[in-house]
C-alpha cells in the first residue's frame, strides 16, 4: 500500500508541480485551460491557498511514496462544493485511497454532500452513480454526481 501524505501548497516547489500539472495524459481529463509556465503556476498556487483559508474548503498537494503526485481537495463550485481529485498517471491506482480520505475531510468540514465532476473524456464509474443521489448525464460532463455522505 502506497504511503500518501497531503501538503499544503505553500510546502512544493512550483517548478515541480508544474511537471505535474502539464502532463497531456492528465490535461485529457482536465476543463481545456492553456499550459502552466512560471509565472502562471504561481497565480494558481496562491488561488489554491486562498480557496483552502475558506470555510468548508480544503486542497493539498498530493505526495506519494515521497514523490509528488498532485492535488486534490474540496473546493467551491458555484453554491456547492465539489471534489477534486489530479494525480500523474504514474498514481493513477491511489484515487480510490484519495476519494475515501476526501470523504473524510467532507464530513470533519460538515458537508452533507458534495459533487464530482468527471469529463466525457472519463468512462461512467458504476460505483459512484450507486453511492450518487443524483447522478446525471449533461452533454459536457458524462456525469454530475452530488455524493450524499450519509445516507
Known amino acids: 500500500m502506497p504511503n500518501i501524505e497531503y501538503l499544503s501548497f505553500n510546502e512544493v516547489d ?69 471534489i477534486a481529485i489530479v494525480i500523474s498517471k504514474r498514481f493513477w491506482g491511489s484515487g480510490v485511497p484519495i476519494f475515501k480520505t476526501l470523504l473524510g475531510w467532507a464530513d470533519e468540514l460538515g458537508h452533507q454532500e458534495v459533487l464530482f465532476h468527471l469529463l466525457d473524456s472519463r468512462r461512467e464509474y458504476k460505483a459512484l452513480a450507486k453511492m450518487a443521489s443524483k447522478p446525471i448525464k449533461l452533454n459536457f460532463w458524462v456525469a454530475t454526481l452530488p455524493l450524499t455522505i450519509f445516507q
Open 14 to 82: 512550483p517548478q515541480n508541480l508544474i511537471a505535474v500539472v502539464n502532463e497531456d495524459s492528465l490535461r485529457t481529463h482536465l476543463i481545456d485551460h492553456p499550459y502552466f509556465d512560471a509565472t502562471s503556476i504561481q497565480s494558481w498556487i496562491e488561488d489554491k491557498l486562498k480557496t483552502d483559508a475558506m470555510r468548508g474548503c480544503r486542497v493539498r498537494i498530493v505526495s506519494i511514496d515521497g514523490e509528488l503526485a498532485g492535488w486534490c481537495g474540496i473546493q467551491r463550485d458555484d453554491e456547492d462544493f465539489e
